[in-house]
């Protein structure tokens, strides 16, 4: 049916084996969330091009869609591909309204695509995973607690370098620098949202010149900005900073209860990073970002915080909080470096065929095996055993089962040993029940 | 962020409960085709517009992309969102046949998209779930009997009405028209391939003007296309027609080999229906289709075949043989007709805050049962107790865990029964484990 082969730049496909890797990924993320009452939804992968504009920066980057066989040849219709998954479920909210429960904890698992420039090495379809508690009208606080912990242990369960959630609260960079007299405390959180990129003398300068900050001023925020703590310490390290505001006071103990919410975790890290001010205009106090050990590169592969105002239809208001982990970036880059898994497939077992005459036997044997839960296939061909065990190996399922005459036998491969079985009972180890996530010692190749 | 709601025609979306029947569906699919040893893949979502535009018929409902900025206005970007997943399934074998090992037996379960003409109430997008088992160079016939075993088990374990699977083989068609002395068989079948739309005796007498058969023929056509059984029986009521052909002998044998494999499973019917032609001409033997009871007006769900020629890169033909399921088709259609979940949330307990000084004990005490696998939430406000099983009631969560002075008590609210509980070890009844897919009596909004 296909005649040639078209790798495309920007939309990474992975091999079967690797393709597992996203999967025990993508099971992990759900079985955390729904532990926490978070109902999985799915949205439609278009929207109407007005909304999928309204947003800014990113709708640049939109890929629009048209008919082929329209009538009027180049007439768009008026179809975007979703960008984020946060804009569609905003618009899901509101056309559901009368039919949801609220607080409405969802979930969302999702491609997004980007209309970026190819060559350019970036993702232009990818994965993301969302979790959101919307409120109708308001939106308790312990809320923005609640899904800092769930991602901390969504992260914390993934088989992935270990990551460090980065909490800050906007009230308490809009308080302090309202504190210091700052006059736009707008400008200055878009100047800090550069720390990464920009050297901390450059900054020094960019807040005098383009967030209207006198030195002394610049030398305070840049203090505020320097402040990381593991623990809910941080507050007194900022009030010995000497500013004070009501807006501060409040953000300091949001964010120390969210601290204080997420201990106790093991495999991740949560700090208080009072550097992440996350230049987006539509959060309004917690804000989080990620970054994952030895992947500083990527940046934040997970980010997101509270916002007041998720969706509006004029008369009610429904605020927000909720994160979104950039699956594909994530996943993608490791399977670059060779994270992989031990089997292509499934199976556990390959039950042997002695002949094709017996074949039906051998069936039989599978089909005993799989009312017990086992994943098996049956060997394509009656070839030598030799070379039914070798194809066994090579996708890495770990057991072949034979018919002798005194009874079928089960042989582990990885060990040669070899064992009278009842394939009606026989159940592997637990930990050969699925494949494993593994680490391969050679850069695997993927797109 | 948003400001007014869009349904789309076209774009059906569900709501949490109704998810549920989709991700449960999803996930008896998904364990079905695992336990036979199929991998699962995805591919991308965009194929080149020329790699589209190579079957035919449906290269008419393609959605091409177009960068919003892109320089040239109107220029496309040569993308077209996929169709179905033969196409890019046979591209990624193609692409990756050197790391892949043959016969590749994978899974695919993702959306699809034609652009349709808006106002016909056809799907634009829907989820198709998809196996193939794919050789290099050869496949022997045995993967037929296996590929209809796995669809037919899989059907069997959904929670939808009974299908059947229709089978029949095209080489029975050919042969027996050949044998019939019939010159062109294939404009015959893209007749028979009719029978469901069209009268039989209107379809004698096009058998005659579009086919080229003579009256005495196509009144054996027709013969052929009235045998249907539910088991081999049909080789003899063939062989009464008096017809004989080394490719209807060569059919027959393997329609019975076909049938015969798919005996003993409860829960579907598998028959052999010699009036299944499938129009498309890449089908090269077995081919498939499937009806849903009550649910006739759907045509088949689930549909495919054996094609000699899944893709070829000039040197090597890939062979394979697939069955694809029409998954969104089957869900909207069962979901508007009141099928859904008992609950809109996975949780299982809903912990009761007291007052808001104590939600931290309430915590707690959801960590306990976290721990022990027991999805749960904790109230979002602490109201009185009978608001709160209320709240529990409008989600369908079965049970509510409170704080009392002698200790942790948990109520079943369908039953009121009310006992002290260790939230460290309790666990709900296997039954309430995940929501249940319910008929509901009253016909459910959806797009």
């Given at each position: 049916?296909?005649?040639?082969?078209?790798?495309?730049?920007?939309?990474?496909?992975?091999?079967?084996?690797?393709?597992?890797?996203?999967?025990?990924?993508?099971?992990?993320?759900?079985?955390?969330?729904?532990?926490?009452?978070?109902?999985?939804?799915?949205?439609?992968?278009?929207?109407?091009?007005?909304?999928?504009?309204?947003?800014?920066?990113?709708?640049?980057?939109?890929?629009?869609?048209?008919?082929?066989?329209?009538?009027?040849?180049?007439?768009?219709?008026?179809?975007?591909?979703?960008?984020?998954?946060t804009?569609?479920?905003?618009?899901?909210?509101?056309?559901?309204?009368?039919?949801?429960?609220?607080?409405?904890?969802?979930?969302?698992?999702?491609?997004?695509?980007?209309?970026?420039?190819?060559?350019?090495?970036?993702?232009?379809?990818?994965?993301?995973?969302d979790i959101d508690v919307?409120?109708?009208?308001?939106l308790?606080f312990?809320h923005d607690i609640?899904v800092a912990?769930?991602m901390?242990?969504?992260?914390?369960?993934?088989?992935?370098?270990?990551?460090?959630l980065q909490i800050n609260n906007r009230k308490i960079l809009?308080?302090?620098?309202?504190?210091?007299?700052?006059?736009?405390?707008?400008?200055?959180m878009?100047?800090?949202d550069?720390?990464?990129?920009?050297?901390?003398?450059?900054?020094?300068?960019?807040?005098?010149?383009?967030?209207?900050?006198?030195?002394?001023?610049?030398?305070?925020?840049?203090?505020?900005?320097?402040?990381?703590?593991?623990?809910?310490?941080?507050?007194?390290?900022?009030?010995?900073?000497?500013?004070?505001?009501?807006?501060?006071?409040?953000g300091?103990?949001e964010l120390?209860?969210v601290?204080?919410?997420?201990?106790?975790?093991?495999?991740?890290?949560?700090?208080?990073?009072?550097?992440i001010a996350r230049g987006l205009d539509y959060y309004t106090g917690t804000v989080f970002e990620t970054?994952?050990?030895?992947?500083?590169?990527?940046?934040s592969?997970c980010s997101g915080g509270r916002y007041d105002r998720l969706?509006?239809?004029?008369?009610?208001?429904?605020p927000g909080v909720g994160i979104s982990?950039?699956?594909?970036?994530?996943?993608?880059?490791?399977?670059?470096?060779?994270?992989?898994?031990?089997?292509?497939?499934?199976?556990?077992?390959?039950?042997?065929?002695?002949?094709?005459?017996?074949?039906?036997?051998?069936?039989?044997?599978?089909?005993?095996?799989?009312?017990?839960?086992?994943?098996?296939?049956?060997?394509?061909?009656?070839?030598?055993?030799?070379?039914?065990?070798?194809?066994?190996?090579?996708?890495?399922?770990?057991?072949?089962?034979?018919?002798?005459?005194?009874?079928?036998?089960?042989?582990?491969?990885?060990?040669?040993?070899?064992?009278?079985?009842?394939?009606?009972?026989?159940?592997?180890?637990?930990?050969?029940?699925?494949?494993?996530?593994?680490?391969?010692?050679?850069?695997?190749?993927?797109?």
């Amino acid at each position: 049916m296909a005649g040639k082969s078209s790798p495309l730049s920007g939309f990474p496909e992975l091999l079967p084996a690797q393709r597992f890797v996203e999967t025990e990924i993508v099971e992990t993320l759900s079985r955390t969330f729904e532990l926490h009452g978070f109902a999985n939804i799915e949205t439609r992968a278009v929207e109407p091009l007005d909304q999928l504009l309204t947003k800014g920066e990113t709708s640049k980057e939109v890929y629009v869609l048209r008919r082929l066989q329209e009538d009027e040849a180049g007439k768009d219709s008026g179809l975007g591909l979703h960008f984020d998954l946060t804009v569609p479920f905003a618009r899901y909210v509101l056309e559901n309204a009368g039919k949801l429960s609220f607080p409405f904890r969802r979930y969302q698992i999702q491609k997004v695509w980007r209309g970026e420039r190819p060559q350019q090495g970036r993702y232009r379809e990818f994965t993301q995973a969302d979790i959101d508690v919307v409120g109708q009208g308001d939106l308790p606080f312990h809320h923005d607690i609640e899904v800092a912990r769930v991602m901390a242990e969504a992260l914390a369960a993934l088989p992935i370098p270990r990551a460090t959630l980065q909490i800050n609260n906007r009230k308490i960079l809009e308080g302090f620098y309202r504190g210091l007299g700052i006059a736009d405390p707008e400008a200055v959180m878009r100047v800090v949202d550069k720390l990464d990129k920009v050297p901390a003398e450059k900054l020094a300068t960019l807040l005098v010149s383009d967030g209207g900050a006198t030195a002394a001023q610049a030398e305070s925020v840049l203090a505020l900005a320097a402040i990381r703590t593991e623990d809910s310490s941080f507050v007194s390290q900022v009030r010995d900073l000497g500013v004070s505001h009501d807006l501060l006071t409040e953000g300091l103990d949001e964010l120390a209860q969210v601290i204080d919410g997420c201990q106790g975790i093991d495999g991740v890290d949560v700090v208080a990073d009072l550097r992440i001010a996350r230049g987006l205009d539509y959060y309004t106090g917690t804000v989080f970002e990620t970054r994952l050990a030895g992947y500083e590169q990527l940046g934040s592969i997970c980010s997101g915080g509270r916002y007041d105002r998720l969706a509006s239809d004029g008369r009610t208001t429904y605020p927000g909080v909720g994160i979104s982990l950039g699956l594909s970036r994530v996943v993608v880059s490791l399977v670059g470096d060779g994270l992989t898994s031990d089997r292509s497939v499934p199976s556990v077992v390959l039950v042997a065929v002695s002949d094709e005459d017996s074949r039906a036997a051998s069936d039989a044997l599978a089909t005993q095996l799989r009312a017990n839960g086992v994943p098996c296939e049956v060997a394509a061909a009656a070839d030598k055993f030799g070379k039914q065990i070798r194809y066994a190996e090579r996708r890495g399922i770990p057991y072949v089962l034979f018919s002798t005459e005194t009874g079928p036998q089960i042989k582990d491969i990885r060990s040669g040993d070899q064992v009278d079985v009842d394939p009606a009972t026989w159940t592997p180890p637990p930990a050969d029940v699925r494949p494993r996530v593994i680490q391969s010692n050679e850069k695997k190749e993927q797109q």
